[in-house]
């Protein structure tokens, strides 16, 4: 499996930003992670953001990538985005792994994160 990739200034993140009302995003599609509001260099300064984006890198391999994001966008639309269970998931994993993830700029294989009792399979 191809280790997960960055795109920064992209213009997917850039229209979650604005509808999300944020000053900076990272969202998953698939192995990649694209920001907006933030560099590189940011988003792996803050082990809970990795943490949290890693948990949905490990969300689109367990499920595949069209049923994942047919699945998240249900629930989205089902619940809103914050009470989406996907996000509620990778909150947690934020919270749980972000000691797991060194600052030294290197992303770490979504596969090695542990699951917690009682989250989604």
């Not at 604005?18 to 000053?23: A, D, E």
């Not at 749980?96 to 993830?101: E, I, K, P, T, V």
């Amino acid at each position: 499996m191809k280790p997960p990739r960055i795109i920064t200034n992209s213009p997917l993140a850039r229209v979650a930003r604005q509808v999300l009302g944020s000053s900076s995003v990272a969202m998953v599609l698939g192995n990649t992670i694209h920001l907006s509001g933030a560099t590189q260099e940011e988003f792996l300064r803050d082990p809970y953001w990795v943490a949290h984006e890693m948990c949905h890198i490990r969300q689109f391999r367990e499920h595949g990538y069209l049923p994942f994001l047919w699945k998240y966008l249900v629930e989205s639309a089902r619940v809103g985005y914050y009470n989406n269970k996907y996000e509620a998931e990778a909150r947690v994993a934020g919270q749980r792994d972000a000691s797991l993830y060194a600052r030294n700029g290197v992303l770490p294989d979504p596969a090695t994160m542990h699951r917690g009792a009682g989250e989604p399979s």
